[in-house]
């Protein structure tokens, strides 16, 4: 299980004055000390955290790699070309919305047109592509008709369910679709809204291979250090049970 952590909010901080700290490159640094096994980020086409400053340097300090989370905009799609980083993601992106609010909408042909465009060019320049989709078969077969190589499971519905047996609903979804995905040859990733209270049960999905988790640990970084929340996410992360599970198989942890 690799983690990848979404440093956008450490930005957020620093957009909030528009001066010039804290830099989010200084979090990488410090991110990658504590285990990051990659730091994402997200460029939006507003600019609202990540700018294309910090993506270009980013570039050329991040020693364990970049997933780039982009919109298939040209805009967005050649930044990515021009500075290669190890993984794109693909995302939609609503400008008023204050974060990714559900995954892409493969049911569309414009988009995924739009989508078909960027993934060639992103190929061709040698980038590792994920698609952020909904947790269902229809999204996982069209990210595999498109030619991707990964899905990111979209875990808000999971992050957001009330009680027991609707969590359980929304961890069967993505425990059927990374099975779906795996099964067509897609590697399989998962985030958004992950914190460290609701963690585990994705965690524990065997079929998960990397997990995208920002806004909870960089709050937690506000009071501990950077470093220090990496870590304990990590050794979260590391520390969930490795059941082999099957869709429908879900069982609820001891203490769930
Ligand atoms: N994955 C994607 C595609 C996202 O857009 C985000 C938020 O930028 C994340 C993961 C991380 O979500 P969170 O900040 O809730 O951990």
Redesign the pocket.
């Known amino acids: 299980m690799r983690l990848y952590i979404?440093i956008?909010?450490v930005a957020t901080v620093r957009q909030a004055r528009l001066t010039d700290e804290p830099d989010p490159v200084r979090a990488a640094v410090l991110a990658e000390l504590g285990g990051a096994d990659g730091i994402?980020i997200?460029h939006r086409q507003d600019a609202r955290h990540i700018s294309v400053r910090d993506v270009e340097l980013l570039g050329r300090t991040v020693r364990t790699g970049i997933n780039l989370?982009i919109s298939s905009n040209e805009r967005m799609v050649d930044l990515a070309v021009s500075t290669l980083p190890m993984q794109v993601?693909l995302?939609p992106e609503k400008r008023e919305e204050v974060?990714?609010e559900g995954g892409l909408n493969l049911t569309s042909a414009s988009v995924r047109g739009s989508l078909a465009a960027g993934l060639g060019r992103l190929a061709d320049a040698g980038i590792r592509t994920s698609l952020?989709i909904d947790p269902d078969a229809v999204s996982v077969d069209e990210t595999k008709a498109l030619g991707a190589d990964a899905v990111?499971l979209?875990t808000g519905e999971y992050a957001n369910a009330v009680g027991d047996r609707e969590k359980a609903t929304e961890l069967a979804r993505l425990a059927e679709a990374a099975a779906r995905a795996d099964a067509a040859g897609l590697a399989v990733h998962a985030?958004?809204?992950?914190t460290y209270e609701n963690v585990v049960p994705v965690a524990a999905l065997p079929l998960i291979e990397e997990l995208?988790?920002?806004?909870?640990?960089v709050s937690r970084s506000v009071f501990v250090g950077i470093e220090r929340a990496v870590r304990e996410m990590k050794e979260i992360v590391e520390g969930a049970p490795g059941r082999v599970r099957r869709p429908g198989e879900w069982a609820p942890p001891i203490g769930f």
Request: no cysteine; hydrophobic share 20%.
């Open positions: 979404n956008d909010h994402t997200h989370e993601t995302v974060t990714t952020f990111e979209h985030g958004h809204g992950l995208n988790i920002g806004h909870s640990v």
